[in-house]
């Protein structure tokens, strides 16, 4: 049986460090809330500059109320300060998902090996 779950890695660039990491809280806060959220981080790259976010939902419907609802408030005030430069999308988006965001700098990889009776479970613990 294929999950509906929807993920994506978004990735941005940030110039002004300072100015964006106050926003972590209140985009993190606001995410808590949300039916259907599975997972939320935030990590930076070396260069201090390149902040990739995973976030993990259970369906389509889950993903587009956080994107109405709980990031849009706060969509002006994060992209003044970060710059989109990739956002792959996983999983099993629905059209209407798809319709949604079809105005952004989207890739889609929908094509899991699960589906061809792989399944791969890798955890990792923190030495």
Known sequence: MQSEQVYWVFTVTVDQMDKFTPLIPKLVAATEKEPGALQFEFNTGDDQKTVDIFERYSDSKAALFHQTESFAPLSKE???????????????????????????????????LAALGYTVTLTKDAA
């Open 78 to 112: 994060f992209f003044a300060v970060a710059k989109l430069t990739r956002w792959v999308i996983y999983g099993t988006p629905s059209d209407e998902f798809k319709k949604a965001n079809a105005d952004r700098l989207t890739r889609y990889h929908t094509k899991r």
